[in-house]
């Protein structure tokens, strides 16, 4: 098996050279034979030709450094990469994307150009410092840097390719100083180079080809969401996004734009202002959960839509979501991330706004394929998953009954003993059930009398959700009543349809608090005047009776 | 001046006020090197460091007038008078900011009391079936291959709990930060000193299965009754305890969390 996968890998890797696994909608006559005159193409196809007998000099050949790379491999890496690095160890199944096949010697970040071999600082820098937005983890903490370097010469030891010629990186000049004009510069690049295609007009991963996107391993695969760096799996510089987009992704859609450089299409100033774009799409600094939402305290209309730029000035808390992994059947590949939600009330009514970024509005008939490829990739684990598309859901829960007691309903929906009251979203159709959980999946709705309104809306690859409900519920024993001052745990659920998500195969958050705010009361003000009106008039005091004093003093020694 | 720094320095009330300097200096240095120092205790030590100085000053009657001095000076003297308004402007304004401070709106999560590591109940159900914590061993441990258990233990490890535990056996992997507690690491010292059954407990009974004062509603921990057998739960402890390098804690062995 290993043998056969192997064998495959390196007719995969002299394919994917010669241009068959670039950018699906870029297939320029230029490009195919710009990496058809590659030498090193060449020489990928004559090992292609001999790889068994190469695999079995792999077996005997490895270098002292590489034994001792085996050991701490089979130690720490072999679980998910597998025994014969094919990618395809015990834990393979349960991650998207897949562990890396180090049989193709295809690597994602490199300094080196497309279809190169990395370098073996390369190998060393994702071992080190891991692939953010995946399940590959910083190891210069637990691995010694000699262990780490035996690492490198051990996962080399997976490909013959690596018996050429070290390869070198490539020139990357220097960054130009940032500035309005570059940005905008930037973003025209963007489009004339339709990274949007994939990622999306404002960035957000949603473009028209993301249902055809595969790996070389056939895999579905997510074009990065470029509003989220923290979630970049070679880190979020600026120099780190150009270097890939000098490099391109091997074995993912993402091409090189090196060869649009070399052709004059774009100079190599435009493409750093490309990367400089890029990063101006996240925030400077990555998002940090709190844990307490707070609903400021507005004395104007409340916001009347997802839409309203009144909710522009309030602030975001970012909640991280990640797969609901705990009951069965789990869900190993979420797409919902983080939910980033914003809160105000008037005294009587709550207003919230949910945002989360997603890539369709589900079902969307052009997402089948990328179902199909998604129920392939996950058929081992918990039972198969639905091959119909569901609607994209957002159910936010407290518990049924609010008290001072530290004691909660369970995070996962609440059971029997302690129920949850849920608001539950669902796009298609667009419609929201207000209602009690008795755990995960056993929803009983309220029926008659409900009280939470809604407004969605889908733009740019990201749903904004805006609830409102009166403070004081009707009906206190299926509601419970908000009220300003107290922390009401909150949490959030999500599920993208076109993903083959569910209820129960979905993005789970833990609990938060929400804090409504209460009217400032009056002794906040009140308190430090009477404060200074207290020392003030001690001070006086205090000074008035010493120069007094000082008067008697000086009278008697007159007298 | 350096005349006149040392009768500045030589008079009892500035040696005062720079004695209160050197005493919050102090409580400030001791916050940056260990833990910081919380406001009440701050207030509390300068208190103490206040009465230790009038008492100092007031030692001899000599020194208790000169320190009196200049306040005296300040509170009658015409030439003064202009310093006097500004302290009676300054001072109360301060008292003011300070008070507002306290009394401020402010909001944050109550702390979470919880008990990470609550006694384990007598006897637990495993699937139906009743099973004593105290007496519970490994049965592995006295069966079989031990390098067998552990890498069966591993592909349990990396198909069930590697997304929150973590590849490094950190308590770190790639959904602990959905999490809130976050998952426990497993390479601190934490389970040496737990016993094996007590693990099991934990892995079978999951975050429902905890006490009260373990904050059941709160742990992402599933009940792993429901997706392992009692072989699969032994051989992952195998593979915890061989991985890290640590030992379980054990009934009657010295060095290792001593007797129960």
């Given amino acids: 098996m290993g043998m056969s996968r192997a064998m495959t890998g390196d007719g995969g890797r002299s394919r994917a050279m010669t241009g068959d696994g670039a950018h699906p909608d870029r297939t320029s006559p230029d490009v195919a034979r710009h990496r058809l005159s590659s030498p090193v193409c060449w020489l990928a196809a004559l090992s292609a030709l001999s790889a068994t007998s190469m695999l079995r000099a792999q077996e005997t050949q490895l270098s002292e450094s590489a034994q001792r790379g085996k050991v701490v491999y089979d130690k720490w890496c072999m679980e998910c990469h597998g025994e014969t690095g094919a990618g395809d160890g015990a834990a393979a199944a349960f991650m998207l994307p897949r562990p890396r096949d180090f049989t193709r010697a295809s690597y994602q970040i490199r300094t080196t150009a497309s279809g190169e071999l990395p370098t073996d600082a390369d190998m060393r820098q994702i071992i080190d410092n891991g692939m953010p937005g995946t399940a590959m983890p910083a190891w210069g903490t637990k691995l010694g840097e000699g262990e780490r370097n035996d690492l490198v010469a051990y996962l080399k030891s997976f490909s013959t390719f690596f018996e050429a010629d070290a390869p070198t990186p490539i020139e990357m000049g220097r960054q130009p100083g940032r500035s309005a004009e570059g940005l905008a510069e930037g973003r025209a690049t963007f489009e004339k180079l339709e990274c949007f295609k994939c990622h999306g007009d404002a960035g957000s991963g949603n473009g028209p080809s993301g249902p055809t996107l595969r790996d070389d391993w056939d895999f579905p695969i997510r074009a990065a969401d470029l509003t989220q760096s923290w979630t970049f799996n070679g880190g979020s510089t600026v120099g780190d996004i150009y270097r890939r987009l000098r490099t391109g992704l091997d074995g993912t859609p993402m091409p090189s734009f090196s060869d649009v450089i070399d052709a004059q299409v774009i100079t190599d100033e435009q493409l750093w202002r490309v990367a400089q774009y890029v990063r101006s799409l996240s925030p400077e600094e990555p998002p940090r959960p709190r844990d307490v939402v707070r609903a400021r305290l507005v004395t104007g209309p409340l916001p009347d839509g997802p839409a309203d730029s009144a909710w ?20 190993f590949a979420p797409i919902v991330e983080a939910v980033w939600v914003q809160a105000v009330h008037d005294g009587s009514t709550l207003a919230l706004r949910v945002t989360w970024h997603d890539r369709s ?10 179902l199909a490829a998604m129920a392939a990739a996950a058929t081992d684990v918990d039972g198969p998953l639905d091959a119909v598309q569901g609607p ?23 059971d029997r003993q302690r129920p949850v009251y849920l608001w539950r979203w669902s796009s298609a159709p667009d419609a929201l059930d207000e209602g009690a959980g008795a755990g995960f999946g056993r929803f009983t709705p309220r029926g008659e009398g409900g009280q939470v309104t809604h407004q969605a809306r889908y733009d740019e690859g990201r749903w904004q ?9 009707s009906d206190s024993t299926r509601a419970p009543s908000f009220a300003p001052g107290i922390l009401v745990p909150i949490a959030f659920f999500a599920a993208d349809g076109s993903n083959g998500e569910s209820e129960a195969r979905g993005a789970i958050s833990a609990w938060y608090g929400l804090y409504l705010d209460v009217p400032t009361p009056p002794r906040v003000f009140v308190l430090p005047v009477v404060a200074m009106v207290l020392t003030a008039g001690f001070g006086v005091f205090v000074v008035w009776r010493a120069q007094r004093r000082e008067s008697g003093r000086s009278t008697s020694e007159e007298s | 001046m350096s005349r006149r720094l040392r009768e500045t320095l030589g008079h009892p009330f500035w040696q005062a006020v720079l004695l209160m300097l050197a005493a919050y200096l102090v409580i400030v240095i001791i916050g940056w090197v260990s833990a910081p120092v919380p406001r009440t205790v701050v207030i509390q030590y300068m208190l103490s460091a206040l009465v230790g100085v009038l008492i100092f000053v007031s030692d001899n009657e000599q020194r208790w007038s000169r320190f009196k001095e200049p306040i005296q000076r300040t509170l009658v003297e015409p030439e003064r008078r202009r310093l006097r308004g500004a302290l009676l402007v300054l001072v109360p304004a301060l008292v003011g900011f300070v008070t507002f401070q306290q009394v401020r709106p402010t909001v944050s999560a109550p702390a979470a009391l919880r008990s990470v590591h609550p006694a384990s109940p007598v006897r637990i159900t495993f699937r139906g079936k009743a099973m004593e914590l105290a007496t519970l061993e490994n049965s592995l441990r006295a069966s079989g291959d031990l390098a067998e258990h552990y890498a069966a233990g591993k592909r349990v490890y990396y198909q ?9 056996l950190d308590g770190r992997g790639h959904f602990a930060h959905g999490f809130n507690p976050t998952p426990l690491p497993f390479d601190g010292s934490t ?4 016993r094996e059954s007590f693990v099991f407990w934990r892995i079978a009974k999951g975050g429902p299965g905890l006490p009260r004062e373990g904050a059941p ?7 792993w009754e429901d997706f392992l057998t009692q072989e699969e739960i032994w051989q992952v402890i195998i593979f915890l305890y061989e991985q890290t390098g640590l030992n379980p804690r054990r009934l009657g062995v010295e060095g290792e969390g001593g007797h129960e």
């Fill in chain 1, 312 to 331: 522009d000035g309030v602030e975001q808390y970012y909640i991280p979501l990640v797969g609901q992994i705990i009951q069965k059947p789990r869900w």
């Fill in chain 1, 361 to 370: 509005s589900s079902p969307d008939p052009e997402w089948d394929e990328w």
């Fill in chain 1, 392 to 414: 994209d859901r957002l159910t936010i829960q407290f518990p049924g009954r609010l008290s001072g007691d530290v004691e909660r309903p369970y995070f996962l929906g609440g």
């Fill in chain 1, 465 to 473: 959700l805006q609830l409102t409900r009166p403070l004081s519920s």
């Fill in chain 2, 160 to 168: 069930n709990c590697l997304p929150c535990h973590g590849d490094l």
């Fill in chain 2, 191 to 194: 389970i040496a000193q737990l």
């Fill in chain 2, 217 to 223: 509603w709160n742990s992402a921990m599933p009940v």
